[in-house]
């Protein structure tokens, strides 16, 4: 070790011999500041707090949680003092036990309402890839995704029968799986107003050989226009109370999600009960020995034993 030149043999004797006249903190503010320091560095506290990586806590927190407790408790002794800190350890852990439950409700949930729109998507996909000269219009209207399917159809053929004046072969193959082609039906009335509109009589005079009288072109336009009108708006309608019955069937939904599931759930219930053993077990000795320390009468502990043999 390097001495000061500036600090003399007697000045270091001098404040050796000063040292030995300190008592220490005389105030009772002072001596319940320094009345921890045997243990500020405890066992149990440097291993309690996760202090790296991404799930790291925060030490100064449990060291909050541990003074709080040292403070309502008044331990006293290095027994009791220990138990006060088995005590803070358990709530920390108790603690975990919470975020660990949340955070297996949030697995569930955080994904739900995406997971279910792309069901819904998925269904829509696989209704469509079924050929039916009925077409799937009941199927599509259970969901928003289907009913929007039908809107995008009713858009396409008015975009060709405004654009076009009539329909292109994927508008009239769209036309056919959503609506059908039954007689009298949506899709059957308005493929034949588009067939009258394209000049269908004498280009395939054989897709449709019962007809009486039919109307000029203008007529069959604007009789298929009206036809697209009264269709949209009806299903502008299905759409909303689809989407209101959808938003009440995904809240019910995320309600029933709100509990972990049943491993997770088991498994966290068999460490949080492990842990309130442990709790009650380190309040009731702690309890025990503040009570003989001040002399009151102390019943001997009672040993249940528990068995599974009848």
């Known amino acids: 070790m390097r001495m000061d030149k500036k600090t003399s043999l007697a000045k270091i004797e001098s404040n050796r011999q000063n040292a030995k006249l300190s008592t220490g903190p005389r105030t009772p503010k002072g001596k319940g500041a320094v009345r921890w320091n045997a243990l500020k560095h405890g066992l149990l ?6 202090r790296v990586g991404d799930g790291r806590e925060s030490k100064a927190e449990f060291h909050g949680l541990l003074a709080a407790l ?3 408790l008044q331990p006293e002794g290095i027994l009791e003092e220990m138990l006060v800190e088995k005590i803070a350890v358990c709530y920390w852990r ?7 439950e949340v955070g297996e409700i949030r697995k569930q949930l955080d994904s739900f309402e995406f997971d279910n729109a792309s069901n819904r998507t998925e269904k829509v996909k696989n209704i469509l890839e079924w050929a039916s000269s009925e077409g799937h ?18 858009e396409g053929i008015r975009y060709d029968v405004e654009e076009h004046g009539e329909l292109c072969p994927r508008a009239k193959e769209e036309l056919e799986t959503a609506f059908g082609l039954e007689d009298k039906t949506f899709g059957c009335v308005l493929r034949f107003y588009c067939w009258l509109l394209e ?47 959808e938003k009440l069937d995904l809240q019910a939904s995320l309600a029933r999600q709100s509990i972990p599931p049943a491993d997770a759930a088991d498994r966290i219930l068999r460490y949080e009960t492990s842990i309130e053993r442990q709790l009650f077990r380190a309040v009731n000795q702690l309890e025990r020995l503040q009570r003989q320390r001040k002399g009151e009468p102390v019943p001997p502990p009672v040993n249940v034993e528990l068995s599974g043999e009848n």
């Open 45 to 50: 506290s440097r291993e309690t707090v996760i």
């Open 70 to 72: 040292r403070d309502e």
């Open 94 to 100: 108790l603690r975990r036990v919470l975020r660990c």
């Open 137 to 154: 219009e009941k199927s599509l209207l259970r969901s928003s995704c289907g009913v929007e399917h039908l809107l995008q159809v009713i």
């Open 199 to 245: 000049g269908g009589p004498e280009k395939s005079p054989d897709e449709f050989e019962d007809y009486d009288d039919p109307p000029p072109p203008d007529e069959c336009n604007r009789i298929i226009l009206e036809m697209l009108d009264e269709k949209r708006d009806e299903l502008h309608k299905a759409l909303e109370v689809m989407k209101d019955r």
